[in-house]
């Protein structure tokens, strides 16, 4: 699959190019999503915790995160990097 990993994102720039595959599904409330997608560069705990499994590999396939809420029908997929803010960001319509 493809998406368009940006670095630092702003809201607007969140469209899929590259290559990507989802470790790990987090699944926000809709407040909490809310405040992840206004604010993706402040530190998150449900990044911190998971930064071990995001990487981006020798061929360039970004092993990332798919944060969700229930209320929202897309996600944006993260690779932090090891950093604890979506470093790496896509928009990706579930």
Not at 29 to 57: A, Q, T, V
Not at 59 to 80: A, N, P, Q, R, W
Request: hydrophobic share 35%; charged share 30%.
């Amino acid at each position: 699959m493809k998406a368009n990993f940006i670095r630092k994102p702003a809201t607007e720039d969140l469209i899929p190019q590259d290559e990507y595959m989802i470790i790990k599904e987090i699944i926000l409330s809709e407040e909490d999503f809310n405040k992840f997608i206004e604010r993706p560069l402040d530190d998150y705990d449900f990044i911190r915790g998971h930064r071990g499994l995001m990487y981006c590999d020798a061929d360039g396939v970004y092993h990332c995160l798919f944060v969700t809420s229930k209320e929202h029908d897309f996600g944006i997929l993260v690779e932090s990097e090891g950093y604890s803010y979506a470093r790496y960001a896509a928009y990706l319509k579930k």
